[in-house]
């Protein structure tokens, strides 16, 4: 992780919200830290644990240069805004443990997000058979009235979106504090969407790229795995209220 002034347009700090995540968190730290390119555009990686109750595997699965805060469990939004107060680039990235993406794979997101004029921006995510998620990004408007498909009318590879999974989302540092950060009365689960929402009330663009695409392994924890198909109804019952 560098502390040179070069490209710090496109400089990113990552936050990592745990919680129980031993071997998962290992896994993402290794991805994320192989060296290339573009490695030096990562300045800070903040590590959130969220209450567990064993919280040590976290220095063992990290490397030095990461930042680590033992937090009680308020939630992932809160999690993430008590890690926010530690970085400092322009990006903020958000990503789950069970996430693998490297440096290049984020900067490819952040030059998207610059060719787009988006504040925000999400890769394509796939699962660990190679199929892409059918959560990684929608829009609630008539297909007539969409903008997520080229003139050709093939589905454009960069698509303005109205919700995005939280699994893994970059956003400008500045709209991150315009909108006040995730609302912290989500404990889990949607507050990605309540984020968004508001971003784009206030003019922001949010985009999905199917220009990138980043392993999500999903849900392996906690009994029963939460599908897709969930996640999916969960955001929009949130939507219509």
């Not at 002034?5 to 968190?25: P, Q």
């Not at 440096?103 to 058979?129: F, K, M, W, Y």
């Not at 297909?143 to 970059?170: F, K, Q």
């Amino acid at each position: 992780m560098a502390t040179t002034d070069s490209s710090d347009a496109e400089a990113f700090d990552v936050v990592i919200v745990t919680h129980d995540s031993a071997g998962e968190l290992g896994e993402c730290w290794s991805a994320l830290t192989i060296d290339d390119p573009d490695s030096d555009l990562l300045r800070t990686v903040v590590v959130a644990d969220s209450g567990s109750p064993d919280a040590s595997y976290i220095s063992r699965e990290v490397g030095a240069g990461c930042t680590i805060l033992l937090l009680r469990n308020y939630g992932y939004g809160a999690a993430i805004n008590a890690a926010a107060k530690h970085c400092q680039a322009n990006w903020l990235v958000f990503m789950n443990p069970d996430v693998r993406a490297t440096t290049a794979q984020i900067h490819g997101l952040l030059r998207t997000a610059g060719r787009n004029n988006a504040d925000a921006v999400g890769p394509e995510l796939t699962r660990s058979d190679g199929t892409i998620r059918t959560h990684s990004g929608h829009s609630l408007q008539p297909y007539w009235a969409r903008r997520s498909r080229d003139p050709d009318g093939t589905v454009a590879m960069d698509r303005e979106v109205e919700m995005m999974p939280g699994a893994l989302i970059a956003v400008r540092r500045e709209c991150f504090d315009r909108v006040g950060g995730f609302d912290e009365r989500f404990f889990l689960y949607c507050e990605e969407d309540d984020l968004i929402t508001r971003m784009r009330t206030s003019g922001m663009k949010c985009i999905v790229t199917s220009r990138v695409t980043v392993l999500h392994k999903g849900e392996q924890g906690g009994g029963t795995a939460v599908t897709d198909a969930w996640r999916l109804a969960r955001r929009l019952e949130g939507r219509f209220r």
